[in-house]
């Protein structure tokens, strides 16, 4: 059966980038581009990882791994954080709030992403491996 | 010749009686006369008397009344009343019961010791004329706390007072207690007594709650104000307990609760930075004011005045006012936020160009020329967003150093509007805003750089655009609504872009074309932007001779307007 990603991201661009390449790799990848109904989706769409915009429209994405790892239903899937805005305590605050990863967008390529989400999921019962970025 | 009869005795008595009965007559009439005069002479003499002692009296209450004028405490305005009566009238005590928070006081002035008798049948007097001012009947005893003062309770002292006069006091129409003087013998049966003591006490009463008033606004108005300040106040007494410290200075010095500090806590709380404990000392000893430049406290650059609080060159406290020396740092740090959101602004579009590029190079086999076409625009797109970043970045660096120039030239301003909201109604139908377009009819041809305004107007729409869009419509409602229009002025146009969006505080509104402060205090901070457009339109719209201001829109949402000169 194919992996379910979901992907909290605005910018249309970067998230054809990566549903693309999912796709290809063999994911099957859902998009909300509004932080508002990343949860709601999260719960229905029961993705087995997702990645999180941090600057989203009006919105914290490090607030929604809050409320991602404060629900029962949604507290075990593994959630990878990304950022263009470089900030050791974003970092910190998103390793320290159950993320399984952090990756800066820019400085990884959509195939590079993959491997990622791909170790992820094969570790993610440990959530103390980090993937170096 | 004959013996004399004893007719004729009787008769010769009778003559002399009837001689000396008038002189008897007139003697006593003069005699009760003289009492009576004496009487007058004696009741004049005495009535004198009391009016000397009575001009004597009232001669005094100047000298009560500044005193009491100093005092806001009730308590001790009728303590001192008490004593000033114990020393001007004949009495022998004087008494008030008194209602406080948690009861009743009964406090009794007197000069040497009195009984315990004396002390209670005082009390129930004061009591019985409290409940008889707020009319209580019932007999219940007044719990109070009592205390005497001028002497003490002892069975060989004063037993027992003659007459008694109880005044209520009073606060407007509000009964706060009784106050009561006990005469000895019969010194108290004289009227005027009584309309002294009253009037006194009326006096005192009125001045200390009307000074406590008047002190308490002040009090208030004095508090505002150095609530109010940007400036930090620390106000240390002689026991260096922390006495006075207004909000700005708990900021500063990151003290969140108004327990009372003394100053070795307060040096604990700002720890190492800086020796508040010697220096409040150095201060109170030396009486020699002291700055301290520069001190980093929780994260702050802070100057430090410490100065002595002279009251006839005694020193009865150490003030410290707190200056916020950050400005500078500030001003870096905004810096250094704009230049991280700059850095994060370029790298959103090229790590899509780099990424679109991959994926094309990498997966060209397995793509169709519809995802070659939507890479390729991709890539097209994110470089034309570098590019007018680029361009936002150089334009805001002329407009700061005064280097930006307009070409004015003849421009028909109602045909660029209606351009600019043509291009833009295909993007504002996708995202369900209506657009509406408002100008005034004969628009006279205005002397513009038409470049330079379109880059305005594409600015103010694209804000409005970004801050009306709701994501999913479910209710007509909800739509976004932006109106521009165009009024002609006496001299110039006015242009102005209006939406129904969430509007702009207050206190960002004017900050909102300022450079650094735009990038980092914007309350929609998480959304992707230089904050340079605004900036940019000011600098445009300011080489025009133009003005630019944003209101708030009715019922919600904001109004960009700016005005071009037709010259």
Known sequence: MKKKVLIVEDDMALFNMYSVELKIKGFDVLNVSDGLQAMSKAKDYAPDIILLDIMLPGMNGLNILTELKGDSQTVDIPVIMLTNYGSEDNVKKALENGAADYIMKYKILPSELSDKIEVVLGTSNDSDVRIAV | ?567
């Open chain 2, 1 to 567: 010749m004959n013996e004399p009869s004893a007719l004729d005795a009787y008769f010769n008595i009778g003559i002399v009686l009837l001689c000396f009965f008038p002189a008897a007559l007139i003697f006593i009439k003069y005699k009760l006369k003289t009492a009576r005069l004496v009487k007058v002479l004696r009741e004049k003499e005495a009535a004198l008397e009391s009016g000397v002692s009575y001009v004597k009296k009232w001669q005094s209450v100047p000298e009560i009344l500044t005193h009491v004028s100093m005092l806001t405490d009730l308590q001790e305005s009728l303590d001192l009343a008490a004593g000033y009566f114990l020393r001007t009238v004949d009495i022998s005590c004087a008494s008030y019961l008194l209602k406080i928070s948690n009861g009743y006081l009964y406090r009794v002035a007197v000069l040497g010791n009195i009984t315990r008798g004396f002390a209670d049948k005082s009390r129930h007097a004061a009591s019985a004329h409290y409940r008889e001012t707020i009319g209580d009947t019932s007999d219940e005893e007044i719990l109070t706390e009592q205390a005497i003062t001028g002497g003490g309770l002892d069975e060989t002292g004063l037993s027992d007072f003659f007459g008694t006069i109880c005044i209520p006091i009073r606060n407007k129409d509000q009964v706060l207690g009784s106050f009561c003087v006990f005469g000895t013998s019969d010194s108290l049966k004289n009227p005027e007594t009584k309309l002294f003591v009253t009037r006194i006490l009326d006096s005192v009463i009125s001045a200390t709650l009307e000074f406590k008033q008047v002190l308490v606004k002040e009090h208030k108005k004095l508090d505002a104000v150095l609530q109010s300040m940007d400036e930090g106040v620390l106000l240390f007494d002689p026991d260096y307990r922390l006495s006075l410290m207004n909000r700005t200075a708990q900021m500063f010095l990151g003290i969140s609760d108004q327990r009372s500090y003394n100053v070795s806590q307060v040096s604990d709380i700002i720890k190492g930075s800086l020796p508040v404990q010697e220096i409040v000392t150095g201060v109170m000893d030396s009486k020699e004011p002291k700055s301290l430049q520069r001190v980093f406290v929780n994260g702050r650059y802070l100057s430090f005045m410490f100065l002595p609080v002279l009251i006839n060159r005694e020193t009865v406290g150490v003030g410290a006012v707190i200056h916020n020396d950050s400005e500078e740092e500030k001003l870096r740090n905004l810096r250094e936020d704009f230049t991280a959101m700059v850095v994060h602004e370029l790298r959103a579009p090229l790590t899509v160009i780099r990424g679109s590029a991959d994926m094309v190079l990498k997966h060209k086999e397995k793509f169709s020329p519809q995802d070659v076409e939507l890479f390729m625009n991709q890539i097209k797109d994110s470089a034309w967003d570098l590019l007018k970043i680029v361009n936002d970045l150089l334009d805001s660096a002329k407009i700061e150093s005064g280097k930006f120039e307009v070409v004015k030239e003849d421009c028909n301003i109602a045909a660029v509007l209606s351009q600019e909201i043509g291009n833009y109604k295909m993007f504002t139908d996708s995202k369900n805003i209506d657009l509406i377009l408002d100008i005034d009819d004969s628009v006279p041809i205005i002397r513009a750089d038409r470049e330079k305004v379109i880059q305005v107007l594409n600015n103010l729409l694209s804000n409005a655009v970004k801050f009306t869009y709701k994501g999913e419509i479910t209710h007509m409602a909800d739509r976004g609504l932006i109106r521009v229009g165009l009024r002609v002025q006496p001299k110039t146009v006015q242009i102005f872009v209006a939406d129904n969006g969430p509007g702009i505080p207050n206190e960002i509104k004017k900050q909102l074309f300022n450079k650094f402060i735009q990038a980092r205090e914007s309350p929609i901070s998480n959304e992707s932007g230089t904050g340079l457009g605004l900036v940019i339109a000011k600098g445009i719209v300011e080489a025009h001779g133009g003005k630019i201001w944003v209101e708030d829109n009715v019922p919600k949402g904001s109004v960009f307007i700016f005005t071009l000169p037709f010259k």
